[in-house]
C-alpha cells in the first residue's frame, strides 16, 4: 500500500535508487577520467549496470552528472575530516588528510577537460570549495597545533593553495609525489618550530 505524502514532507530516496545514483557517479569519474568529455552517457549507464532513462531519472543533463562527480569528491574530502580526527592522532589526522586532497586534485586534473565543458563554465562549480574546505583543514590544524605536535604558522587555506600550486604547475608526471614532499616538509618544518 502506497504511503501518502503529506504537503511539506520530503520523500526518502529509495536505497536502490541511492545505490543507482551512487553507481553512476562513480562510473561517470572512471570514465570521465578515461575518455574525457567525448564519453557517451549511454557508456556510463552501461558501466553502472543501468539503462540511460536510470541515469536521466538522476541527472537530466550532462552538466548534472559532471557536476554531481565533483561535489561528490569535495563531500568525501570534508567527511574524511571528522572520521580522521576520531581515528587518528592530530598530526596523522592533518597529514591524511592533505593526501587525500592531492587525491581530490588529481581526480579534479583527471576530469578537469569534462569540468571545462560546464555550460557557463567551471567556475560557479569552483567557487564555493573553498569555503566548504575551510572548517575542516582549520580543524585538523587547529588541532594539531593544540596537541603540541606542531606549530604551523601559515593559514590552512594557504597550506591548501601551496599544495595546489604544486598540482597546477604539474612539473611533471610525479608532480603527487612532490606535492606529498611538501606536505611532508611543512608538516616537518612545523614539528621542529614547536
Known amino acids: 500500500m502506497q504511503q501518502e505524502i503529506r504537503r511539506g514532507q520530503v520523500r526518502q530516496p529509495r536505497s536502490d535508487g541511492e545505490r543507482n545514483r551512487s553507481t553512476l557517479i562513480d562510473a561517470a569519474k572512471r570514465r570521465f577520467a578515461e575518455q574525457g568529455a567525448s564519453v557517451a552517457l549511454e557508456q556510463i549507464a552501461r558501466d553502472a549496470g543501468v539503462g540511460i532513462g536510470t541515469l536521466y531519472r538522476h541527472f537530466p543533463t550532462r552538466d548534472a552528472l559532471v557536476e554531481a562527480v565533483y561535489r561528490q569528491e569535495v563531500d568525501a574530502l570534508v567527511n574524511a575530516a571528522s572520521e580522521l580526527a576520531e581515528n587518528a592522532t592530530p598530526v596523522d589526522a592533518l597529514r591524511t588528510w592533505l ?33 566548504q574546505l575551510s572548517p575542516p583543514i582549520d580543524r585538523l590544524v587547529e588541532r594539531a597545533n593544540t596537541s603540541g605536535g606542531i606549530r604551523l604558522d601559515i593559514t590552512p587555506l594557504d597550506l591548501l593553495r601551496a599544495i595546489a600550486g604544486v598540482a597546477t604547475i604539474r612539473p611533471g608526471a610525479g608532480w603527487r609525489d612532490q606535492a606529498i614532499g611538501l606536505v611532508d616538509l611543512v608538516l616537518g618544518g612545523a614539528r621542529e618550530a614547536r
Not at 586534485?105 to 573553498?130: A, C, F, M, N, R
Open 99 to 131: 593526501i587525500l586532497f592531492i587525491d581530490f586534485l588529481e581526480t579534479k586534473q583527471g576530469i578537469g577537460s569534462v569540468l571545462d565543458t560546464l555550460i557557463g563554465g567551471s567556475e560557479p562549480l569552483y567557487s564555493g570549495t573553498p569555503a
